[in-house]
């Protein structure tokens, strides 16, 4: 069963730098649609940054600028680039693709588990 499995996240002080990665856990038939989100505590997850198999990007306003998404469509797997981190990016970050397991099926979406971000001085 494919899964999607997210690495890099940590603490870091207000202005410094991180980098997720994520990649499933074996090869789908197809990867579509990227992306990372963020749910803080006593918020609702919100969409950080998205990629197609395009190459095409897209970002929330808040961190524009910022962040950079990337993918890597041969090895199915999709990186956030942090940087000027603040305190307010604090949150669970998660990987999300859409994917089409086996030839023959609907492409649905896929979760990571989540890497907490923490940025405090």
């Known amino acids: 069963q494919v899964q999607l499995v997210e690495s890099g996240g940590g603490l870091v002080q207000p202005g410094g730098s991180l980098r997720l990665s994520c990649k499933t856990s074996e090869r789908p038939f197809r990867v579509n649609d990227m992306g990372w989100y963020r749910q803080a505590p006593g918020k609702q997850r919100e969409l950080v940054a998205g990629i197609t198999a395009g190459g095409r990007t897209n970002y929330a306003d808040s961190v524009k600028g910022r962040f950079t998404i990337s993918r890597n469509n041969a090895e199915n797997t999709v990186d956030l680039q942090m940087n000027s981190l603040k305190p307010e990016d604090t949150a669970v970050y998660h990987c999300?693709?859409?994917?089409?397991?086996?030839?023959?099926?609907?492409?649905?979406?896929?979760w990571g588990q989540g890497t907490q971000v923490t940025v405090s001085s």
């Open positions: 999300n693709a859409q994917i089409v397991a086996h030839w023959g099926e609907s492409a649905r979406p896929y």
